[in-house]
């Protein structure tokens, strides 16, 4: 019992680093339909700029965690819009050109990131209380579970609240739903890009510093690796939907880890069967709107 | 979804060829096809040197390792334009088979060699065997992945190549070296294929997959297959409704390229004398894109001249990183230029942006005098 609660906490942390990067992925195919291959790096960026700011003013207490966690934010947000109004916004409506520029942008940073930081993984301090464990039902759970859980949830309610309640909001979710009528009706979508890509660019960077509590190291590659299964997230979620980002996490995330620990390791290909198997029944995804 | 293609006329098609000039044109280009392969064929035994494209003069093993490297790095190109170029798949899971070709080779000979059979005949089944296995291997995830289309068939692709690229890393019975790679087992390997004397037999292997290659590239572009797969990728609504289902011709593109591709994964093998894991990843697939666009999407050619222009950019670029010129510069320019791969994303983002042609598009825009990139119909739907 206690190993199944522990997995599946466990699961739940990861789920809520996968649904960090894959929020922001769905949110830009589902408005702009462009894959976004740099997600990855905007993630890395912010991990490494959090880390830097957060071991100058305290390593290793909360307060320098806040501080990261700011970093990363405004980080991510700011490279994201700067790379939608730089080099998306010019290949408007092209959109296999657009994810080739993604990935360039993700080849070339991650190169610039190895130069700058080198290829070995930076491990990190994190405070004390994170570093812990708390048992619930006789499972001895790593504490910064809680925080990445607790964070995630933050991110789903805020982007929820701003597509709900504001008025870009509103613009935004039209726009999934059908971008050439809201156009029509006079609102220039392409503003709500730049915004999307911000929004997505915070939580990804919000994601990074997360992701170096989790891991305890900041690397250039942090970012690529979290982006593929991110993807898989957003397909089996359903691209564009962010309900069905936020549910797919979950159950990628927990699927791989109780294969990880019953099937002998065998997460990664448990998550890649799961994928081809949702594909086969459903091609749009759990929450995808009809193609 | 596939807007970028339609601007570059592939050469088989050019848009307004003279009546008279188009019954010769063929002819010509046969012709020049083969005197060049002639002329790459003769390189090792003449003593060319291009200072700052090549190491050393080209009878060097050094030089034809690397010119042999590029020339199945542009097999494997290739084999991923007729793909993405000719059927409109974007796949991020063509590393796969080329790693599949590799590792089967590589897998096959260190496993079965029975004792009774000679060497040669012990090493002709290996690669049948490993021809089987990429079939197979191709028309199991062609099937799966076909079932969906654009952006989902690109993930599906991508996360079978992921899939194949930790199963390499997991190392599962020691048979795939993990991270370490795969070690060639020479015992059953024709002699005139081994080591640093016969590098110049292995340049013409490598020469001789790429002409097999681009022959083969040819026939299926030029086949009743071909045209309706580029049918396809323009329009596949209509080709549906003429009656024809894109969904075979589709696979039958999606096996014959990632069997070229194992093809091509098997000289790599024997070229280098192993594999490592780094070719089963997805960035090497990504690598292949930017080669492909690099290149030239419209252009057969701009495959290969894509692939060798960056492979021996990528060997010369990693030289002068090392170079003292380089380790002189302020730290500013010294990080960025001693990164081989940021130079070359950040050429790619340019020739994206600037030059949708690619290399092989540049003598195509010059005639035109097209500056601007054409205006495009607008589709936001996926192919």
């Known amino acids: ?291 | 979804m596939n807007q970028q293609l339609t601007d570059a006329p592939a050469p088989a098609r050019p848009s307004a060829p003279a009546p008279e000039a188009s019954g010769r044109r063929p002819l010509v280009l046969a012709i020049g096809g083969v005197a060049l392969v002639a002329a790459l064929a003769t390189l090792p035994l003449l003593a060319i040197e291009i200072p700052g494209v090549l190491p050393g003069p080209t009878y060097t093993p050094g030089t034809l390792q690397l010119l042999a490297y590029a020339m199945l790095i542009a097999a494997l190109a290739l084999s991923y334009r007729m793909m993405f170029g000719l059927a409109g798949l974007l796949s991020f899971g063509h590393a796969l088979f080329f790693a599949a070709g590799a590792y089967g080779l590589g897998m096959t000979l260190n496993v079965f060699a029975p004792a009774e059979w000679s060497s040669g005949l012990v090493f002709a089944v290996s690669i049948g065997v490993t021809l089987v296995l990429g079939i197979v291997l191709a028309a199991t995830v062609g099937a799966l992945a076909l079932r969906v289309t654009g952006i989902s068939f690109a993930m599906v692709t991508l996360a079978f190549a992921q899939a194949g690229s930790v199963l390499i890393r997991r190392n599962p019975g020691s048979a795939t070296g993990g991270d370490e790679g795969l070690s060639l087992d020479i015992t059953n390997v024709p002699e005139g294929l081994v080591g640093v004397v016969n590098t110049r037999n292995l340049y013409w292997m490598a020469l001789a997959v790429l002409v097999f290659v681009y022959l083969v590239v040819l026939w299926v572009e030029r086949s009743r297959a071909g045209h309706v797969a580029e049918a396809a990728r323009e329009n596949e609504l209509r080709v549906r409704v003429i009656g024809i289902r894109p969904y075979s011709v589709k696979l039958l593109i999606f096996i014959v390229a990632s069997v070229l591709a194992a093809v091509a994964g098997m000289g790599y093998l024997l070229l280098q004398s192993g594999a490592s894991p780094r070719i089963a990843t997805a960035d090497f697939t990504l690598t292949l894109l930017v080669i492909v666009v690099l290149g030239g999407v419209g252009y057969r050619w701009g495959a290969i001249v894509g692939g060798i222009v960056y492979t021996l950019l990528d060997q010369r670029l990693t030289a002068l990183a090392g170079s003292d010129f380089i380790a002189g510069l302020p730290a500013v320019l010294r990080v960025p230029l001693s990164e081989p791969l940021f130079i070359l994303g950040t050429l790619f983002i340019l020739v994206v942006l600037f030059l949708p042609g690619g290399i092989a598009g540049i003598p195509q825009r010059i005639r035109s005098g097209r500056k601007q990139h054409p205006v495009e119909a607008e589709e936001a739907t996926d192919a």
């Open chain 1, 1 to 291: 019992m206690s190993t199944v609660v522990l997995l599946l906490v466990t699961g739940l942390g990861l789920g809520a680093l996968y649904f960090l990067v894959a929020s922001g992925l769905s949110l830009i195919y589902g408005l702009m339909g462009v894959l976004n291959f740099a997600h990855g790096s905007f993630l890395t960026i912010a991990a490494f700029l959090g880390w830097e700011v957060g071991r100058r003013v305290s390593d290793g207490t909360w307060w320098g965690l806040a501080l990261s966690a700011m970093v990363g934010l405004a980080v991510g947000a700011i490279v994201a819009a700067a790379t939608e109004y730089l080099l998306i916004r010019r290949l408007y409506e092209r959109h296999i050109e657009q994810a080739l520029v993604t990935v360039g942008l993700s080849l070339a940073t991650v190169a610039l990131f190895e130069g700058i930081w080198g290829t070995d993984p930076i491990y990190t301090q994190k405070p004390e209380w994170l570093a812990q464990t708390t048992e619930i039902l006789g499972a001895k759970i790593p504490n910064d579970r809680f925080l990445l859980i607790a964070c995630a949830l933050v991110v789903l309610g805020g982007i929820v609240l701003f597509l709900r309640r504001t008025r870009y909001g509103l613009i935004i979710r039209a726009g999934v739903e059908n971008r050439s009528m809201v156009m029509a009706l006079g609102i220039d979508v392409r503003r709500s890009f730049t915004i999307v890509f911000a929004i997505g660019g915070a939580a990804a960077g919000l994601g990074g510093v997360l992701a170096s509590v989790y891991y305890g190291y900041v690397s250039a590659h942090l970012g690529s690796v979290l982006l593929i299964f991110a993807f898989i997230v957003t397909v089996i979620g359903g691209l564009g939907s962010l309900t069905g980002a936020a549910i797919a996490s979950v159950l990628v995330a927990v699927l791989q880890q109780f294969a990880n620990f019953y099937l002998g390791g065998t997460g990664d290909l448990v998550v890649v069967v799961a994928l081809a198997a949702v594909l086969l029944v459903r091609p749009r995804g759990l929450m995808g709107k009809v193609a």
